[in-house]
Every structure is written in structure tokens, then in C-alpha cells.
């Protein structure tokens, strides 16, 4: 079984461009993202919100329990407008899977 924290080093390192389907299958079959105020609904979902995303680079700053999931900060940069950006990762889970990710901004 996976440890919550574990999957989400996973994600992290998952999220350069070329590991959507691996990074897909860290998520349930009916996981939600919450990103920039639009939801991603399921594998698929996830898939398409994913595919498009530039080479960034995630700096993980911290990592902590957040009720029954995970709350990272992380900064995020490369080039795009206002970069870099710390952003907040709330992880829920289901067993061995990351079953919700609410992205917002820190602040």
C-alpha cells in the first residue's frame, strides 16, 4: 500500500510533461481536480487537464496534515506570466490513490 505522503512526492515528480498516464494512475477512476476555478472530473478529465501543461518546476516548501488529507505549498515557476507562484495542494485520498486535488493560491 502507498503512504498519502508517498503519492504525493509521486505527483510531484510525475508532473513534468511526457508522465500524464503515469500520473493519471496515482488518481481514482472518479477522482475530482479543482484547478483555477474549473473541476476535472475523472481519469479522462484529469488526462485532458493535464496534457497541456508546460514544463514547470515544482519546488515542494512543505507538507502537512490538512483534516483527513495532505496540504502542500509549493512554488511553482518557469515561463509564465507572474512566475514564480506558491500555490496550495490539497490531497484527499481513497486507499492507495489520491481521490480529490483542490489547487489555490497561498495568501
Known amino acids: 500500500m502507498t503512504a498519502p505522503h508517498d503519492l504525493v512526492d509521486r505527483y510531484f515528480a510525475l508532473s513534468a510533461p511526457g508522465h500524464v498516464d503515469e500520473l ?3 488518481f481514482t477512476p472518479d477522482a475530482v481536480v479543482a484547478d483555477d476555478g474549473h473541476e476535472h472530473r ?3 478529465g ?3 487537464w493535464r496534457a497541456p501543461v508546460p514544463a514547470v518546476q ?3 516548501l512543505e507538507t502537512g496534515p490538512d483534516g483527513d488529507g495532505l496540504l502542500s505549498r509549493v512554488r511553482i515557476s518557469g515561463d509564465f506570466p507572474g512566475s514564480p507562484v506558491v500555490l496550495l495542494f490539497r490531497f484527499g ?3 492507495p490513490l489520491i481521490e480529490s486535488l483542490h489547487i489555490r493560491p497561498a495568501g
Do not use: N, Y
Open 93 to 95: 485520498f481513497a486507499g
Open 24 to 26: 493519471v494512475a496515482l
Open 46 to 48: 484529469i488526462r485532458r
Open 58 to 60: 515544482h519546488d515542494v
Open 42 to 44: 475523472g481519469s479522462e
